[in-house]
Each structure stands twice: as C-alpha cells, then as structure tokens.
C-alpha cells in the first residue's frame, strides 16, 4: 500500500503551485517548460514564496529530494533539491518526462548529453556545452534530449534547485561508465527524503 503523500506546508505554496498549474495546462510540451521556466525564475525572487527549512538540509553522501507538491489533476510532481557541496549526479535520464529546474540558492553545473549509439544496454554519448544555472535561472529537459549530469558549482556551500517533472518521478535510468567509452545502463528506483 503507497504511503499517503503530505506536503510541506511554506509561505506561498498556493502561489507557486497556482503558477505551475496555470503552465501545465498549456498541453504542448514545448510551451508547457517554456512557461515553467518563467514560473521559476519569477517565484525564485518573489518576497512572498519562501520554501520550507528542510530543503536546505543536505544528507551525507548524495543530494537530497524533497517533494513539495504532486498534482492529483495535472500529474506533475514538485521536487526540491539539496545539493551539499560539491554534490552531483551521474549521467542519468527522467524516465521519458520532460523537466524544468530552477536553481532557487546556490550555482549547480549542468551538462547535457548527447546519445549518439545504443546496442542493448550500452550507450554511447557526446558531452555537449557545460551550463552554469545560477539563483533565478531556470532550464528544462524535453525527451529525447534528457541524458545530464547535475553538480553543486561550490565545494564550501549548499545549494537548492526545484525540479517539476510530468509526473511521478519513480525511477531514472543511470548510465555507468565503462572502460571502452561506453555506458552500461541500471535502473535506479529515487527515494525523497522526510520533510
């Protein structure tokens, strides 16, 4: 049985989710992160959204998730991230979704890939121009062109993002280096920490 999902409450959740709401109904994907994009960067600088403490707490070892909201109409899913410093990702996908991340404190290094050849479960890619999202700046991930990493720019400092995903991000494809300059691929189930 799924265990009942309970949102943080913060200062200006309903303004935040009635901006998200209001681009998720816009249907096209193109125009749907396009419109999150500048949901983002406007509630990232906006006095009155503030989001709860426990995004700024960062765990030992991996960055944090923290879910703020799941749309029961729309499908979509909030996500907070804590990246603790020096914190990233390994090359992974979003399960087919499209995503938008807007960095809310901190620089995060982002690293889009391209997939160039697959034989199975090995994947070949190309790293394309490295991004720098600093606060306020937002970015988004339409499939097929969803293969990055992520990392906090700073090795002293934390730093937060919010992700909206399509739906329920359950699980990621990781692509694993190896030797030959290949990638194996692994699915990873993702955990969200308490609030």
């Known amino acids: 049985m799924e265990a009942m999902f309970t949102p943080p409450p913060f200062a ?14 816009l249907v096209d994907p193109k125009a749907i992160t396009d419109a999150l994009q500048r949901v983002l960067r406007e509630a990232i600088i906006d006095p009155l959204i503030e989001l709860p403490p426990c995004v700024r707490r960062p765990v030992d070892g991996h960055y944090a998730r923290r879910e703020l909201h799941r749309s029961p109409t729309l499908g979509y899913s909030v996500i907070a991230m804590c990246w603790g410093p020096g914190q990233g990702t390994p090359l992974h ?6 995503c938008v991340e807007g960095v809310w404190q901190g620089e995060l ?8 050849e697959q034989r199975g479960e090995r994947h070949r890619f190309a790293a394309q121009d490295t991004l720098y999202g600093h ?3 937002a970015g988004s991930l339409i499939p097929p062109y969803e293969y ?6 700073s090795d002293e400092d ?12 359950e699980r990621s494809a990781v692509f694993d280096p190896l ?3 290949w990638y194996q691929r692994r699915v990873k189930v993702m ?5």
């Open 135 to 137: 606060r306020g700046s």
């Open 12 to 25: 200006g959740r309903e303004r935040l989710i009635a901006g998200i709401d209001g681009a998720v109904c």
């Open 109 to 116: 290094i982002v690293t889009p890939y391209a997939l160039l």
């Open 179 to 181: 030797d030959d300059g």
């Open 148 to 153: 990055h990493t992520l990392r906090n720019a």
């Open 158 to 169: 934390i730093a937060v993002s919010v992700h909206v995903y399509q739906g329920v991000m």
């Open 191 to 195: 955990e969200t920490e308490a609030s």
């Open 93 to 98: 996908d979003h399960d087919a979704m499209w």
